[in-house]
């Protein structure tokens, strides 16, 4: 019986095998249809014949745009854009699209080179219009004492502070950070889960006691303090909101205490720059009303921002809105958002020691006992923000940040895709992530929570080794291409790395979502629960 049925299943293998060498057989001798986006518009270019040459199609770009282009490769998914930069790379690109069963022709992102643009000021940036703030003016700038105003569409939605009515979710036990929130009662379970930002967006209009009126967006600057106006936004309509929580989550069955908003603060006092990522920097900040510390990451804007660029700000401001209610040990707390014309500032919790990356790269790879530690704290913050339906998108060693107490919690998530399309569409590259996706990712797949783990399993060996699997790879194209293509995630670990580890890494890397685990039975896992 068992005989039989192996049988069976070589050969259905056998079927498939062939069926794929034919369909790819039949694709190789047709030519290749290119379609390129440029400046928001899609094109199809001509059918090329195979083999592609990268000077063919850069003479048919120069013949088509009438000017130099640079050359990306986006995935099926729309987020993840690569340069293509050589024959190689090219190559790669062909053969990644040839593999998959979806994609008929390749797609290519044009983006005009950041020395060609002839409106930068030098420094790739846009030239502001006559007129306005100059984008290096910070808004507590004591020697300026200037005063900008920028006007923006929507309601005005007040402070969370104010407005009993707003719940926050938490399932904060100790924390031990300095933001911790005070309890307010029990929040609704339902309303939290997929409907959270319904439900958020449904308070929000009704607005608390404060009341709802329209109000201008003006930043003040004087006396070397800034005041944060109050932020406007568009309220998601209830399809929107639909529209990204269509995803399969584990049920949010386990929601603490709803407690009340953190709020950015009033007034602020710019401090040390802490990092840079690759779409911003990142500063410590002073509340000069509590004397609390925070960091405040700076997003600059194109003054000239294209009605997407705008779009994906906007979307980035609501996600913030709806993720400062999330509060947990093992995240790092929202605490609101400030636009002007030029920069996007993002307040978040104060972490004190950096990231995880930061900590490698100081001291090298982080023991096992250490990393089962961190892991399992990740492994928490993952466990709350899945039941809350909040896919991370971007676990890295960068985006794990410490305080002095030892404590680990994740940061950057939800807003992730909304900062990738942004750097997309403002030519940044997020190369840097390559080697955390998640195959069902390149493929194009949305997002699914258990992206999340395939990340961490990245991460880990990043702990252990030093470097996500792949990091040796030159170009991001090879990386997702060995990402795709391998069965088996390729990476070394120290000798003295135990077989538990190598498992717990295994795991995360299954490449069948219903096999993969989630947070929960990893948190389970002998690599979690026990000590060396
Ligand atoms: N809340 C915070 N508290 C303290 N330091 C922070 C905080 N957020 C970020 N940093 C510091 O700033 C650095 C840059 O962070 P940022 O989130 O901009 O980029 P990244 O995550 O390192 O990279 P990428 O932009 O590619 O995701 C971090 O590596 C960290 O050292």
Redesign the pocket.
């Known amino acids: 019986m068992e005989d039989d049925s192996a049988v069976s299943d070589a050969l259905r293998g056998l079927e498939q095998d062939f069926e794929r060498n034919l369909r790819l057989n039949e694709q190789q001798q047709a030519g290749l249809r290119v379609k390129c986006e440029f400046n928001g518009e899609s094109r199809v270019l001509n059918t090329f014949a195979r083999p592609l040459k990268l000077t063919d199609l850069r003479n048919e770009l120069q013949a088509r745009y009438k000017r130099r282009l640079d050359i990306y490769f986006t995935m099926p998914n729309g987020e993840i854009d690569v340069p293509v930069l050589s024959q190689d790379d090219l190559d790669l690109v062909v053969r990644i699209i040839d593999h998959h069963q979806n994609l008929r022709s390749l797609r290519l992102l044009l983006r005009v080179p950041p020395d060609a643009e002839d409106t930068t000021d030098g420094n790739g940036r846009c030239s502001p219009p006559p007129g306005t703030l100059p984008p290096g003016a910070e808004f507590h700038d004591t020697a300026s004492q200037m005063t900008a105003s920028t006007y923006s569409e929507g309601e005005f939605i007040p402070e969370d502070r104010d407005t009993d009515s707003l719940s926050s979710v938490s399932e904060s036990r100790q924390s031990l950070d300095t933001f911790q929130i005070r309890a307010r009662g029990l929040g609704s379970r339902a309303s939290v889960h997929s409907d959270s930002a319904v439900a958020m967006d449904d308070m929000s209009r009704r607005g608390g006691p404060g009341g709802t009126f329209p109000r201008r967006n003006v930043v003040h600057i004087d006396d070397g303090r800034a005041s944060v106006p109050r932020t406007m936004q568009r309220t998601r309509t209830p399809a929107e909101v639909a529209a990204a929580n269509r995803r399969d989550f584990p049920r949010a069955d386990s929601l603490g205490s709803a407690q009340r908003s953190p709020a950015a603060p009033d007034n602020w006092k710019q401090g040390d720059l ?7 920097k ?1 500063y410590k900040c002073h509340d000069q009303d509590s004397g609390r510390l925070f ?1 405040m ?1 700076v997003v600059q804007l194109d003054a000239n921002q294209d009605p997407a660029t705008s779009r994906e700000v906007k979307a980035l401001e609501i996600e913030i809105q709806t993720l400062k209610k999330f509060s947990h040990e093992r995240i ?1 707390q929202y605490l609101g958002y400030h636009q002007d014309a030029y920069r996007l500032c993002i307040f ?5 020691c ?2 995880l ?2 900590e490698i790269k100081r001291f090298g790879p982080i023991r096992e006992i250490l990393a089962r530690k961190y892991t399992r704290m990740v492994l928490e913050g993952l466990s709350f923000l899945h039941r809350n339906t909040i896919v991370h998108r ?1 676990i890295k060693g ?2 794990i ?1 410490k305080d002095s107490q030892g404590n680990v919690k994740l ?2 998530f939800g807003s992730a895709k909304h900062i990738k399309t942004l750097q997309s569409a403002m030519s940044t590259t ?1 190369a ?2 390559a080697p955390y996706i998640a195959p069902e990712v390149i493929r194009g797949k949305k997002y699914h929570y258990k992206a999340d783990i395939w990340s961490l399993g990245s991460t880990v060996v990043e702990f252990l080794t030093g470097h996500p699997p792949y990091h040796q790879l030159e170009n991001a194209v090879s990386v997702i291409y060995r990402i795709v293509s391998d069965q088996k995630v390729d990476y070394t670990l120290p000798s003295e790395v135990t077989e538990t580890a190598r498992q717990f890494i295994d795991a995360c890397f299954t490449h069948a979502l219903e096999q993969r685990p989630d947070a929960d039975s990893l948190l389970r896992h002998r690599f979690c629960t026990e000590a060396l």
């Open positions: 802490l990092g840079q990522g690759a779409f911003g990142v960091a990451k790092v978040m919790e104060y972490m004190d950096g990231s990356r930061d971007d960068a985006n940040l940061s950057d997020f840097g992530t």
